[in-house]
């Protein structure tokens, strides 16, 4: 069964920037469109970015411009660039497929922004 790990969040300042990346233990990315989710507390889980099999992407009004997601075929792996960070990405931010399989949720990574 195919499992997803999630790595890279930590505590940033306003305005900082981090780098989240997801490695599936099998060869998932070619196969669904992906995308990272993101809950912050009290809130309930939603779709921040997607990007789909011939590469093209989509992303929520409120990271639009700031974040970046990509993925690379041959390695696994899905990758967040957020840039520009606010207070209000702070979360714990989730990879799985577009549509959301609950097989594939993993354990997430904490974002913590605050100064």
């Known amino acids: 069964q195919v499992q997803l790990v999630e790595s890279g969040g930590g505590l940033v300042q306003p305005g900082g920037s981090l780098r989240l990346s997801c490695a599936a233990s099998?060869?998932?990315?070619?196969?669904?469109?992906m995308g990272w989710y993101r809950q912050a507390p009290g809130k309930q889980r939603e779709l921040v970015a997607v990007?789909?099999?011939?590469?093209?992407?989509n992303y929520s009004d409120s990271i639009k411009g700031r974040f970046t997601i990509s993925r690379d075929n041959a390695k696994n792996t899905v990758a967040l660039q957020m840039n520009s960070l606010k207070p209000e990405d702070t979360a714990v931010y989730y990879c799985?497929?577009?549509?959301?399989?609950?097989?594939?949720w993993g354990q997430g990574t904490q974002v913590t922004v605050s100064s």
């Open positions: 099998g060869s998932i990315f070619s196969v669904y469109a």
């Open positions: 990007i789909h099999r011939d590469g093209s992407t």
């Open positions: 799985n497929s577009v549509p959301a399989r609950s097989v594939l």
